[in-house]
């Protein structure tokens, strides 16, 4: 069984950094890569960044801005979120069960509920 709870989401300006959280039971992250998608009112989920053991991969509007990584020793993933903008405003959602960091949600197994990230201008 595969849990994932994410959280950090807040209000924050333009210009501002914020630091997402997936928190993972078990032996998820070993077994399994884990994404980040996010999805905003009226659009479809959109891929932003995954990370595995040997490699990670990002959307191309977050590359410098985002960084994913992992702490083993806590179960968690981090999306760390630099330099914000108003359009990164979503709903931000971990995901696991992709053997290598896809980029289509078709790939991952289970979802968490996501946590609302929302920057003002």
């Known amino acids: 069984q595969v849990n994932l709870v994410e959280s950090g989401g807040r209000v924050v300006q333009a210009g501002d950094s914020l630091t997402l959280t997936c928190d993972a039971n078990g032996d998820t992250l070993r077994r399994y890569s884990i994404g980040w998608f996010r999805q905003a009112p009226g659009k479809d989920r959109e891929f932003v960044a995954a990370?595995?053991?040997?490699?990670?991969v990002y959307e191309d509007s977050v590359k410098g801005r985002f960084t994913i990584s992992r702490d083993n020793t806590k179960n968690t993933v981090y999306l760390q979120m630099n330099s914000l903008k108003p359009e990164d405003t979503a709903v931000y959602t971990c995901?696991?069960?992709?053997?290598?960091?896809?980029?289509?949600?078709?790939?991952?197994?289970?979802w968490g509920q996501g946590t609302q990230v929302t920057v003002s201008s």
């Open positions: 990370i595995s053991w040997i490699t990670t």
């Open positions: 995901a696991a069960g992709s053997r290598f960091p896809a980029v289509y949600p078709g790939d991952y197994l289970y």
